[in-house]
């Protein structure tokens, strides 16, 4: 069974460094997968922790799953193309 942790409600440049450490120390602890399913208010900074918490993970010799990525996001990833980068699983 994996662990995993999740993100909160809200995923934007004022939360960002503070999500990016928190979720730091749960991949730290072990955690090889992330929920997304509460997240409602997120902006680009949002792609930029999940790419970095996966990094965070590689790193360590991990994966990182991505569960319930709000659709929003998903074509947020899509625009920039970084889509392929998150390892999604539903």
Known sequence: MSERFATGANLTHESANAALSAGLAQISAGATAVD?????????SALAVLIAWQRAARERGAALAVLN????LASLARAYGVDTLLHERH
Do not use: E, K
């Not at 990525?69 to 929003?72: D, I, N, Q, S, V």
């Open 69 to 72: 990525l709000p659709p929003a």
């Open 36 to 44: 997304c399913a509460a997240l409602t208010q997120f902006d680009s």
